[in-house]
């Protein structure tokens, strides 16, 4: 004898058993559960097969060949190690890896410490946060496509606002410095740009961490008479540390990788200033065509990326442990 | 049941036939592939008179120029059927001949008789032969096209500016006929309140990503004595790209950067030059001949305000090449009807009117016409400047020899890392791995 179904869930799943043709109940019955689990997950699996893992099979295989895509008539060859070898000896990939370790450094940095002070402002729930809360997620709202564009116009030393505005508190003439244009500052550019748009990413995962903290911790702190700094360096930053390196990883992995920004913003210019590694990897595939060569790049940018990601979350299994 | 069942396949047949249609060539319609500016306009219009001589009709895929490269590189080598006819870059020629991407129209040309000595003979080199300068040809010039400068001749007329001009320099105030003159005429108005607004001396070719600042800096580099090769088809290129007179030519386009190029213009190309001259910020800036005629046209900047000259000239006389000839492409559905327009584009008649629509025709019925020079206030300069073009490699690995060269150029132009000799070097020690690797070093 079955149980009654009691909550709505079950009472819904109950009446579309009841509902299905009698001919298709029967066939399905006599699959066993873990068949039926096999034929729902296939379709996905499948598709993760074609659109993951066989490209990266394949990106394997091209990475020890000559193969270039612009000539599909040309005998492919194998090279062995040469396209590793060349990649990990040239010195231009090594600098845009330097501009890229840089950009996801002071990024992170950035929005890290700017995220969790604005997560922190608005977990105190002042008159009106709910309406503060929704303006500071406007920008990771917009397309990268569109911030970029915009970012570019304030930027224009002659009728650009950030120029103004900066000429405004400093008295230095707006159309005498160019944020995209000089090798010194075409990189704060896109740092000031990044961090605009998705600190607020950030702030919600640390919003997210602040607001899981049980009150009665807080209450048996006060109980305690410990000060409002020693509690929030006792308990608001361990308990919500697990979220702000959940927040660092999804950042870090996503800068690692970052494109549409800086093409958009400076192409990797001025010369190769803001050239990252990402940027690099699509003027070797798709402009100069090296496609063997750019698959071992790529390749090395993705174990980069994995075995630091599964460092960090080792480490941050620990975090949650403790 | 087994009505539902076949309503649902007729109507996923139906879906799928609706997707699958547009990349179908019907055959009495071509499609034709080429870059999204204003001579395409022209031909657009010009292509009229093609479907209503042959009723096929025509349609345009027209790609923005920074993608231009990108898109149609991609549609070849994915073997796509997109287009039927294409007015391709000149350096595709070399990798489009060896990789069959296009058709060989010598027995087509000789079949109709289509002679390529009817055609300049600077543009039928550049636009239509490979191995370069052979009678081998895989294309018909389409339109001619090279760099040149446009100047704000009601600036230039001013009283006062021509007297201190005069005294500071002791000539007049006009079009420069050197890179150093270019270089004292653009650092003259440079700073300079004109109108209302301050102004710059000249807009010039920085972008980085695809072919701007090659294009730009060849243009003072090829004056200065610049080449790519001691021996032509040697590929020795020590002593030539990195010679005393290359290092000079790279060291002015660099001074004329650092001098008068407006605020922000790091990664500029054509659309931002012509918007600079537009807006009223520069006395010059250079750019295709392409553009010429719009810019005549122009409400605002056109007419009698502006002026338009060759690329000055230093040791030698010389311009970077533009334009492009237009090839069928191989994996077409529609042959002969692609060739059917090529020998329709062919006619003397149709080239004079593609002129006269904007088209920068290249046969020598419209440039040997007595009235040409005159038809047009940068008709004698195109003809002037189509005799003295250099192009770039035209190999089948140009486009990573671009990339070399964009990438040195820009490194050492706008972000002053380094020298013009260093750059150059560096740029050698580039080409020469990639000649290499291509096995003919």
Known sequence: ?322 | MRKMTKALMGMSSALVLSTAIPGMAKADELTLCWAAWDPANALVELSKDFTAASGTAMKFEFVPWPNFADRILNELNSGGKLCDLLIGDSQWIGGSAENGYYVKLNDFFDKEGIKMSDFAEAAVNAYSTWPKGTPNYWALPAMGDANGWFYRKDWFAKPELQAEFKQKYGRDLGPPQTWDELKQVAEFFTGREIEGQKVYGAAIFTERASEGITMGATSALYPYGFKYEQTAGKYDMDGAVNSPDAVAGLEAYKALYKCCQPPGYTDSYMGEGLDAFKSGQVAMAMNWFAFFPGLYKDEKVGGDKIGFFVNPKQKVAASTLGGQGISVVANTDNLDGALAYIKWFAQPEVQKKWWALGGYAVHNAVLTDPSFKDSQPFAAGFLVAMNQVQDFWQEPSYAILLQAMQKRLHDYVVADQGTAQEALDALVKDWKEIFEDEGKL
């Open chain 1, 1 to 322: 004898m079955t149980d009654a179904p009691s909550t709505i869930a079950e009472r819904s799943a109950d009446m579309l058993a009841r509902s299905t043709p009698a001919s298709i109940a029967v066939r399905v019955r006599g699959l066993s559960d873990r068949v039926i689990a096999w034929l729902f997950i296939t379709p996905t699996i499948a598709l993760l097969l074609a659109i993951n893992i066989f490209p990266l099979i394949w990106a394997v295989y091209l990475s020890f060949t000559n193969f270039r895509a612009n000539r599909p008539n040309a005998e492919i060859e194998g090279v062995g190690l040469r396209n590793y070898q060349r990649v990990l000896n040239d010195a231009d990939i090594w600098i845009a890896m330097q501009t890229t370790a840089h950009f996801v450094f002071w990024t992170i940095l950035l929005q890290t410490v700017i995220g969790f002070a604005l997560a922190y402002l608005i977990d105190r729930k002042f008159r009106g946060h709910a309406f503060w809360t929704t303006v500071i997620l406007i920008p990771m709202m917009l397309s990268p496509a569109v911030v970029g564009n915009f970012w570019r116009f304030l930027y224009q030393p002659q009728i650009g606002l950030f120029n103004y505005i900066v000429s405004y508190f400093t008295g230095i003439p707006p159309s005498s410095f160019e944020m995209l244009g000089s090798v010194t500052l075409a990189p704060w550019a896109i740092i000031i740009v990044d961090t605009w748009m998705w600190t607020p990413y950030v702030m919600l995962i640390c919003l997210a961490g602040l607001r899981s903290i049980p009150d009665y911790i807080y209450e048996a702190a006060e109980v305690d008479r410990a000060s409002a700094w020693r509690q929030f360096w006792s308990i608001t930053v361990p308990m919500a540390l697990p979220f702000i390196m959940l927040a660092v990883l999804f950042r870090g992995i996503e800068n690692f990788k970052m494109f549409d920004m800086v093409i958009l913003l400076t192409g990797g210019g001025p010369g190769s200033t803001t050239e990252v590694a990402s940027i690099t990897l699509k003027r070797e595939a798709f402009e100069s065509w090296l496609t063997g060569r750019s698959s071992a790049f790529a390749i090395i940018l993705f174990v980069a990326v994995f075995g630091l990601a599964n460092i960090y979350v080792k480490a941050l299994n620990k975090v949650k442990q403790r």
